[in-house]
Nanobody
Framework: VQLQASGGGLMQAGGSLRLSCAASGRTVSRFAVGWFRQAPGEEREFVAAIAWSLYTTNYADSVKGRFTISRDSTKNTVYLQMNSLKPEDTAVYYC????????????????????WGQGTLVTVSS
């Protein structure tokens, strides 16, 4: 599975961006997909994840209510809609895929995700 993240950019605080994670090489219909981010000098952290069945979702507390993860199986793409952006959301955002027989898996550990995209930079100015 190859993942391509896109949609990052520069945005003022309070604005919105939508990130896309397009998969190729294999359908991700049986993969959970997660978004992670890494700010300069910080550890990579979990942002959101969506399961491959029933579309169960999981969010970090820091983005809950502001970010929405969704998937379009017809396009083999997962989205991260980011609203009410804050300067502390500035980071490189990565999408990752996890193959699991557990249909409602939405893990937060980056170690459990086997496939990773290259990252897209989001910069939020105050």
């Amino acid at each position: 599975v190859q993942l391509q993240a896109s949609g990052g950019g520069l945005m003022q605080a309070g604005g919105s961006l939508r990130l896309s994670c397009a998969a190729s090489g294999r359908t991700v219909s049986r993969f959970a997909v997660g978004w992670f981010r890494q700010a300069p000098g910080e550890e990579r952290e979990f942002v959101a994840a969506i399961a491959w069945s029933l579309y169960t979702t999981n969010y970090a507390d820091s983005v809950k209510g502001r970010f929405t993860i969704s998937r379009d199986s017809t396009k083999n793409t997962v989205y991260l809609q980011m609203n009410s952006l804050k300067p502390e959301d500035t980071a490189v955002y990565y999408c990752a895929a996890h193959y699991s027989a557990q249909y409602d898996y939405t893990g937060r550990s980056s170690d459990e995700y086997q496939y990773w995209g290259q990252g897209t930079l989001v910069t939020v100015s105050s």
